[in-house]
T-cell receptor, first 116, second 114 residues
């Protein structure tokens, strides 16, 4: 595997289900991100992890719970979602450079989530 | 705080014609600017980026963009459109090259007419 992979690619779940999205980066990066892409809104940053520590939570509802067990893996745990949570969820990674800046973000193909 | 405005949710050009996709940004610190492309059912692919230095940056697939600080713009151009350029294009800004996440515009859907 190369780059950033996401599983599953498609997920349909009921509002009472619990599911998890998985992201894995094979680039040796130390920062990972979750974004939400829905039809009527711009791409929205949800969570940021730097060196496995969560550094940003963009006012995301608690029904979304991220987990970053190591710098290569990122999960998004889902429970009691609403139909408006249906969207494409994108994972990305990047690498810290000298001076505290980061290179560009590399994106996975996304998980298309439908909440019934 | 940062924001991005992309003018035109849809842009249509003829094959072989100039492509111009507009992006204006707002940033309280010197910005890092990016253009990404998204093909159907795929993630985002980086076209080009501006960090520091030369204000005219060249990217993949013949695209280039010019950073104009005075106009707070970072428009994307390609001299001659190809059918394979049909896709969604996103302009994004960040403060530290992406460490804190990217702020995206709403995207521009590029349509190529044969």
């Amino acid at each position: 595997e190369t780059g950033v992979t996401q599983t599953p690619r498609h997920l349909v779940m009921g509002m009472t289900n619990k599911k998890s999205l998985k992201c894995e980066q094979h680039l040796g990066h130390n920062a990972m991100y979750w974004y939400k892409q829905s039809a009527k809104k711009p791409l929205e940053l949800m969570f940021v992890y730097n060196f496995k520590e969560q550094t940003e939570n963009n006012s995301v509802p608690s029904r979304f719970s991220p987990e970053c067990p190591n710098s290569s893996h990122l999960f998004l745990h889902l429970h009691t979602l609403q139909p408006e949570d249906s969207a494409l969820y994108l994972c990305a990674s990047s690498q810290e450079l000298a001076g505290g800046t980061y290179n560009e973000q590399f994106f996975g193909p996304g998980t298309r989530l439908t909440v019934l | 705080a940062q924001s991005v405005t992309q003018l035109g949710s849809h842009v249509s050009v003829s094959e072989g014609a100039l492509v111009l996709l507009r992006c204006n940004y707002s940033s309280s610190v010197p910005p890092y600017l990016f253009w990404y492309v998204q093909y159907p059912n795929q993630g985002l692919q980086l076209l080009l980026k501006y960090t520091t230095g030369a204000t005219l940056v060249k990217g993949i697939n013949g695209f280039e963009a010019e950073f104009k600080k005075s106009e707070t713009s970072f428009h994307l151009t390609k001299p001659s459109a190809h059918m394979s350029d049909a896709a969604e294009y996103f302009c994004a800004v960040s403060a530290r090259g992406g460490a804190d996440g990217l702020t995206f515009g709403k995207g521009t859907h590029l349509i190529i007419q044969p």
